[in-house]
């Protein structure tokens, strides 16, 4: 498992066809637990540690999920540890304030097109 995506059912189910498992979350609470148990390898409901955390390289999160686990998400970057976290828009777009990709690229290089 290279990949790992957390985000809302159409997602994950888009993502299953492309090959990448994932899991569906709708709050807080659950987004957490599923970072948990990809990262840390701890399942929060059964209460158990797993095997094998080091085989998700890059997890993929929505906006939403992001902004849910904030700060677990900042302190994961700074460990300097895998999984990746790349953010992407839901299904409803990007969050206001969010900047998009290209936004980024062009903010980094100074080249307006």
């Known amino acids: 498992m290279d990949y790992f995506f957390i985000g809302d059912a159409e997602l994950v189910t888009a993502f299953r066809f492309v090959g990448v498992d ?3 979350v709708s709050n807080a609470d659950t987004a957490k637990a599923a970072f948990l148990k990809i990262t840390q390898g701890f399942d929060v409901v059964a209460g158990a540690v797993l095997p094998n955390v080091e085989s998700c390289r890059i997890l993929i ?6 902004n849910w686990l904030e700060d677990a998400l ?4 700074l460990s300097d540890r ?4 790349v953010e992407i828009p839901s299904m409803m777009g990007k969050l206001p304030g969010r900047k998009t990709l290209v936004d980024s690229i062009r903010e980094a290089i100074g080249i307006h097109v």
């Open 22 to 24: 994932g899991t569906a």
């Open 61 to 66: 999160l929505t906006e939403e999920v992001a």
């Open 74 to 77: 900042t302190e994961w970057q």
């Open 82 to 85: 895998y999984p990746l976290i």
